[in-house]
């Protein structure tokens, strides 16, 4: 199975939600292996650092660049592997990632309720769209904070709601992903009991999305 | 009196002495800038750039000896002696200008892609399955030029969510303005 972390807006929390997903994932038994994309390599560079402080991560991260992208056919291999694989894109669009996004089985797409960050999830769902991409989206809201009251929030959910009215492949995550300092530090090496509280919620609804059985 | 005009030329020496001075040991030599060199000046400091419309270029009555009149005679009634060899090259050069423009013209669209996106955009908006233009349907790989295609059409058609997210009022929230004592 392949899970792809994405949305063309950088900044909205994919890596981190990424590293959180696949320790989760592994702290209940799952193996995984996890592809670093963004050039940036911040979650390739976590994973050396927790190795090079002695510490075990819980998976092994590889980093990619555009070359080293899997083609088609090992997407689809991948596709149909009983192993999972996680990728994390960057906060961009490229045609490099156009077979990911096309080929994944999940897209999770994490956004905030900020102008460019709607304005953003609303092109790439947009793209996913006219390219006819195969892969389910899971819109998971990021960084939320319950304290506040977002400007046009509510009829960017009624776009969300229409659109998986419309189309089975569109689903939007109930519970959000809350704002957390403790998630600034997360490692590839384990879930503290603050970090999982912060995500535990919204990750449970996805693994109900993707069947994925899990013993919380 | 003898005193006045010894005074006056020791002053007059004295000045243009000074002036030598400076001008061979103090004086710093102004640099040329290179760039401005090969510029060619054709008008007066005074000139101003104007803005011609076409129409006023249409309006412009050149002298007599501009004026061929290649058909007719200058009543219009007469035929004038043909240079036929002389008007089927013009006829030739223009034809071979006016292709070369639309060739150009065609290539330009051709190059930025907005022919083919506009094709994709009828497609999308007369209902078509756009989905049959994404080479993924046959397992291969997008091309970049094909990326960037779907990437104006969604860039387009988004415009329209986008504007319907961000303009129900109901959903803004107004902030009273705060005055500030300086």
């Known amino acids: ?216 | 009196m003898k005193t006045f005009f010894t005074l006056v030329i020791v002053t007059y020496i004295a000045y243009y002495a000074i002036n030598i001075i400076y001008d061979l040991f103090i004086k710093k030599e102004s640099k040329v800038n290179d760039a401005g060199l090969d510029e060619i000046v054709i008008a007066e400091e005074n000139y101003a750039a104007q803005n011609i419309s076409i129409d006023e270029v249409e309006r412009v009555s050149p002298p007599d000896s501009f004026m061929i009149n290649e058909m007719y005679s200058e009543n219009g009634d007469e035929h004038v002696d043909l240079d036929l060899d002389f008007l089927e090259k013009k006829y030739e050069e223009e034809e071979l200008l006016d292709n070369a423009f639309s060739e150009n013209s065609a290539n330009e669209i051709e190059e930025d892609g907005s022919d083919s996106t506009s094709k994709l955009r009828d497609q999308f908006e007369d209902g078509e399955d756009i989905s049959i233009n994404s080479p993924m349907k046959n397992n291969k790989n997008m091309s970049k030029e094909q990326f960037e295609d779907f990437l104006k059409l969604a860039k387009d058609i988004s415009n329209d969510d986008i504007e319907r997210v961000f303009s129900i009022d109901s959903n803004k929230r107004y902030y009273p303005a705060v005055a500030v004592n300086i």
């Open chain 1, 1 to 216: 199975m392949v899970i792809t972390f994405a949305n063309q807006k950088g900044g909205t929390g994919k890596t981190t939600i990424a590293i959180a997903f696949a320790n989760y994932l592994s702290v209940n038994g799952i193996g995984l292996k996890v592809f670093d994309c963004d050039f940036q390599e911040s979650i390739h560079e976590k994973y050396t650092f927790d190795i090079s402080s002695g510490k075990t991560p819980l998976y092994d991260v590889i980093y990619l660049d555009h070359d080293s992208i899997p083609d088609v056919d090992n997407l689809i291999e991948m596709s149909d592997s009983e192993e999972l694989f996680v990728f994390d894109l960057p906060g961009s669009l490229d045609v490099n990632y156009v077979n990911l996004l096309h080929y994944s089985d999940y897209l999770i797409i994490p956004f905030e309720y900020s102008d460019v960050s709607m304005k953003s999830t609303i092109r790439f769902n947009e793209f996913l769209k006219v390219i006819s991409a195969e892969s389910q989206r899971i819109f998971i809201r990021s960084k939320f904070d319950k304290g506040f009251s977002y400007p046009n929030k509510e009829s960017f959910d009624s776009y969300l709601k229409e659109e998986a009215k419309y189309n089975r492949q569109v689903s939007i995550i109930e519970h959000p992903i809350y704002k957390r300092n403790v998630l600034q530090t997360i490692d590839t090496c384990s879930l503290t009991y603050r970090q999982k509280e912060a995500v535990i919620d919204a990750f449970k609804q996805v693994l109900e999305l993707i069947k994925t059985p899990i013993v919380s």
